[in-house]
């Protein structure tokens, strides 16, 4: 068993549950507020994600989602061109 932390020296931070996008492993999360990416406990690669959208309190936020249900998006430059894609199935999303 690994070693017991101690969460209100590392606060704040937020919990829930996580899945990984190159395996679909799912896990609970426990990170930082502002971590994005989770270590998958599964594949161990650093592609992990909370489930659930994670807003703002005041609800100043917004949320785009691709048709699949994905939330997270990449964003490549090319020939200064910005391409947004779908981290979860990989779609172009046009336009941004």
Partial sequence: M?????LAEHRP???GKAK??????EWVAVAPVGTV??????CHTERGLYV???????????????????DAFAI???DG???VHCVRCGAR???W
Avoid at 37 to 42: A, K, V
Avoid at 52 to 69: E, K, M, Q, R, Y
């Fill in 37 to 42: 990416w989770f270590d998958c406990p599964e």
């Fill in 20 to 25: 990984c996008t190159a395996c679909g492993h």
């Fill in 13 to 15: 931070h937020l919990s």
């Fill in 81 to 83: 061109v910005a391409i």
């Fill in 52 to 70: 659930a959208p994670i807003t703002d309190v005041d609800g100043s936020s917004h949320i785009f989602l691709c048709p699949c249900g994905g």
């Fill in 2 to 6: 690994g070693a017991l932390i101690n």
């Fill in 93 to 95: 999303s046009e336009p």
């Fill in 76 to 78: 490549h430059l090319f």
